[in-house]
Structures are given as structure tokens and as C-alpha cells.
């Protein structure tokens, strides 16, 4: 794959449960080292794509290109290979509250990488440190604070060193300057690392702070009505629906 080729890209797309179509016709690229929104309003089928991209569920129709790769067509070991590469931060971050925010962060490190207790144990602290929990290896998720369990579930989407991380709602639940500072981190992953970051989320301080582009997936259409950059959509946009998401109502 060139540097001009995009990290993802998605080819006429359908998602389904059943004979229940929630969208069709779905197209578009992501550009490696970018950060990409996928929003639209309740219902419209946002986490159910990010499903079909980390690999959860099945699309009905369409492809799913990684790095060139058609996703779903791989065998398992291909498709388990593009896996690795990619990491998730879940809404809840999904750590498990009987392990230290360390042990948590070693769980992909020592499924996937023959590694000595004290290689994984750096790795782990390093980890940490990026996302400003160094020193709280030994903590456990019930001892720290809403974002900061957010940013201990980044640093183990962040292990094996994905070149692609997923975030689905990374805003939920948190207070504006929580918040704030995870998108910030976002930025940072993006510009010092390259990472091409996906985001699922309906927050729009986050959509108009970190992203690079978008797309707006239409409930009732069932399909993508308007791409681009979310600030010049929320001005420029002909579409009605768009502008008073982006504008809280207001056109």
C-alpha cells in the first residue's frame, strides 16, 4: 500500500439485523494519520459500523478494506494479524476491576507477545506514562477517577502499538475537562505517533475540536448525507438535518 492509499477504506456498505436494514450504500476512505468522526443522531447505526470495522460483527453486504486488505474476506489468521494492529477504547473503557491498572494494561501484551515479566512491566509504564497515569500501575479502576479509567483503557488499546485506534463515545460520562483532555490526547497520539484515529460520538465540542473529517449517517435515509470537515459542514452544509445537528437545533 502507497502513503496515498487510504488506512480504511469502506465499499458499499449494508448493516443489517435481520431483514432490518439500518444502512445502505455506505462508501468512504480514511486517510492514514487522520482523525475521522462518525456521527449522526440516536439510532442511525453509529456503533453498529464501528462493530463491522473492529471486526464484531459481520456486515451483510459490502467490503472492508485495511490497508489494502479486504477485512472480512481474510482467513483467521489474516484477519486475526489486522486485529492486532488496530486498538478499541470502549465507552465504559472496559477494564477489569479485579486487576491493578496494570495487569489490565498486560493483558493483550501477554497474549500476543512472548515477553519476560520485567519487558512487559516497561511496556506497561510506558504506556501509562502517555496518557499521564504514570505511577498508578498498581491502582485498581475503582480507586481512580471516571477519566482517568478512560485514559488507563487507552493505554491498553495502545499496547502492542496499533497504528489505527477506534474510540466509541470516549466522551460519555465524563465532566468538560475530562473531556477536554482526552481529546487533546487524541491529538497528541495523532501528530506524535501518525495514528489514524476513528471516533464514534455525537459530542460537538469533541467533533469540532479534533476532527480532521466526518461523516453523517441519516436514520431515516439509512444511508451517508453529507462528509467533510464538521465545522465547515455546520456552516456550509445544504443539508438541513446536518446543520441543526451541528448546531444544536439552531439554523
Known amino acids: 500500500m502507497s502513503s496515498s492509499d487510504p488506512k480504511i477504506s469502506v465499499r458499499n456498505l449494508e448493516m443489517a439485523y435481520g431483514s432490518f436494514v439500518i444502512q445502505r450504500d455506505l462508501s468512504f476512505d480514511i486517510p492514514e ?32 478494506f485495511i490497508r489494502g486488505e479486504n477485512f472480512w474476506a481474510a482467513n483467521p489468521k489474516q484477519k486475526a494479524n489486522i486485529m492486532k494492529s488496530m486498538g478499541v477504547l470502549y465507552q465504559s473503557g472496559a477494564l477489569w476491576s479485579s486487576m491493578t491498572l496494570a495487569e489490565n494494561v498486560a493483558i493483550p501484551l501477554n497474549r500476543n507477545k512472548k515477553l519476560s515479566k520485567n519487558e512487559v512491566n516497561e511496556i506497561v509504564s510506558l504506556k501509562l506514562a502517555l496518557v499521564g497515569l504514570a505511577g498508578y500501575e498498581k491502582f485498581y479502576p475503582s480507586e481512580i477517577s471516571g477519566g482517568m479509567r478512560k485514559r488507563a483503557g487507552l493505554a491498553r488499546a495502545m499496547a502492542l502499538d496499533p497504528d489505527i485506534l477506534f474510540f466509541d463515545e470516549p466522551s460519555a460520562g465524563l465532566d468538560p475537562i475530562s473531556s477536554k483532555r482526552l481529546d487533546e490526547l487524541i491529538l497528541e497520539l495523532r501528530d506524535s505517533l501518525n495514528t489514524t484515529v476513528v471516533v464514534v460520538t455525537h459530542e460537538l465540542q469533541s467533533i469540532f475540536d479534533i476532527a480532521d473529517n466526518s461523516i453523517f449517517l441519516d436514520s431515516e435515509e439509512r444511508t451517508i448525507t453529507e462528509r467533510g470537515n464538521p465545522s465547515e459542514m455546520a456552516k456550509f452544509s445544504s443539508n438541513k438535518k446536518v446543520r441543526e445537528f451541528l448546531n444544536r437545533g439552531e439554523v
Request: with cysteine; proline share 3%; aromatic share 4%.
Open 33 to 64: 494519520g487522520e482523525v475521522f468522526i462518525i456521527m449522526g443522531g440516536s439510532g442511525c447505526g453509529k456503533s453498529t459500523l464501528l462493530r463491522h470495522l473492529i471486526g464484531l460483527k459481520e456486515p451483510s453486504k459490502g467490503e472492508i
